[in-house]
């Protein structure tokens, strides 16, 4: 995916005013995501990304284990919004992802994550 289309569609889903929000939204949720991946998963995630992105992923936090309350709870705290805002932000930019990368690629993010990550990227949550 382009990098103007996957913005669009953040946008799109989102209902962001304009593209900057957009942007501002998904380097954000970006970089959130990318710290509860080891730094291969990053690499991976980052390559199948639109170059003006990659280094959201790339240049992200260090790698820490926290569940989805807790990412929802620092992505409101970033975004200056509430958790369900941000419930809102993350599945807008997630479900693009989830789009915009392989399914082999997805399988490998989701089984990184604990559950409740998976609904934010439009799929079933593993049992």
């Known amino acids: ?36 991946l080891v730094d291969g998963e990053r690499t991976d995630l980052a390559a199948q990304l639109p170059g003006q992105l990659q280094d959201a992923v790339l240049t992200a936090g ?31 930019v997630l479900t693009t992802l989830a789009e915009a990368v392989s399914g082999g690629e997805l399988n490998q993010i989701l089984t990184q994550l604990p559950a409740g990550y998976a609904p934010l990227f439009g799929k079933a949550d593993l049992a």
């Open 1 to 36: 995916m382009r990098y103007d289309e996957f913005l669009a569609t953040v946008r799109e889903r989102g209902e962001y005013a304009d593209q900057a929000e957009a942007e501002r939204t998904t380097r954000i949720v970006l970089g959130l995501l990318a710290q509860r």
């Open 62 to 92: 260090p790698q820490e284990t926290f569940g989805v309350e807790e990412f929802l709870r620092r992505l409101a705290g970033e975004l200056s919004a509430t958790e369900e805002t941000a419930r809102w932000d993350a599945s807008a």
